[in-house]
């Protein structure tokens, strides 16, 4: 079994700062894609930042510039610091891990709450 512990949420102010933790643990064989997704009250799942296992990264467009994805693999832990926050970036926030090698399985973590003031 693979679980996928998120930490590093709150409160903050506009344009302040979160870092988000994401560890993995369990039987894992390989770990492929990280990422972060978010979702706010009322609104789609929306994709956030993901890295590959080589440490490509994509964003969203809406938190370029802003936002960077990090991973330790020695951990299996990924992160998301995030800068310069708006109210807008208020979301739940989970990490998600593609993990396997011939067979790959996507694993969620519980989500974590980010709320942005302004």
């Known amino acids: 079994q693979v679980q996928l512990v998120e930490s590093g949420g709150g409160l903050v102010q506009a344009g302040g700062s979160l870092r988000l933790s994401c560890a993995a643990s369990?039987?894992?064989?390989?770990?492929?894609?990280m990422g972060w997704s978010r979702q706010a009250p009322g609104k789609q799942r929306e994709l956030v930042a993901a890295i590959t296992s080589g440490g490509r990264t994509n964003y969203a467009d809406s938190v370029k510039g802003r936002f960077t994805i990090s991973r330790d693999n020695a951990k299996n832990t990924v992160y998301l610091q995030m800068n310069s926050l708006k109210p807008e970036d208020t979301a739940v926030y989970y990490c998600a891990a593609n993990i396997g090698m011939l067979a790959t399985r996507d694993y969620w973590g519980q989500g974590t709450q980010v709320t942005v003031s302004s």
């Open positions: 369990g039987s894992i064989s390989s770990i492929n894609a």
